[in-house]
């Protein structure tokens, strides 16, 4: 099965930035999406960045976009979301996910991350 790992969080100042990193292990599978979600105390898990292979194109939430950008290292099995001009409301734990073109998804364990001054 593949394991995701996220790393990066912490405590950041307002208009900080941080990036997050999720590393793969195990076995190598066809995806039909990579993506980060966040989720906040009291809140529903939400997407904040995905990347669709079906089409080709990378999506954020409105709520991050101009602000977060994911990417990928292929040959470290990393992703990354690069976090820019952090607000307070961006504090939640930050899970990526891995989802197979069968729709099974894969999630790290999530990494806190806390914007306050």
Same mark, same amino acid.
């Not at 409301?89 to 729709?103: M, Q």
């Given at each position: ?10 405590? +950041?100042? =307002? ?7 999720? #590393?793969?292990? %195990? ?12 989720? #906040? ?5 939400? #997407? ?7 089409? %080709? ?6 709520? +991050? ?9 292929? #040959? ?11 607000? =307070? ?20 364990? %999530?990494?806190? +991350?806390? +914007?306050?001054?």
């Amino acid at each position: 099965q593949l394991h995701l790992v996220e790393s990066g969080g912490g405590l +950041v100042q =307002p208009g900080g930035s941080l990036r997050l990193s999720c #590393a793969a292990s %195990g076995f190598t599978l066809n995806y039909y999406a990579i993506a980060w979600f966040r989720q #906040a105390p009291g809140k529903e898990r939400e #997407a904040v960045s995905c990347f669709s292979t079906s089409d %080709g194109m990378t999506y954020y939430a409105d709520s +991050v976009k101009g602000r977060f950008a994911i990417s990928r290292d292929n #040959a470290k099995r990393t992703m990354y979301l690069q976090m820019n001009s952090l607000k =307070p409301e961006d504090t939640a734990v930050y899970y990526c996910n891995k989802r197979t073109i069968s729709r099974v998804d894969y999630w790290g364990q %999530g990494t806190q +991350v806390t +914007v306050s001054s």
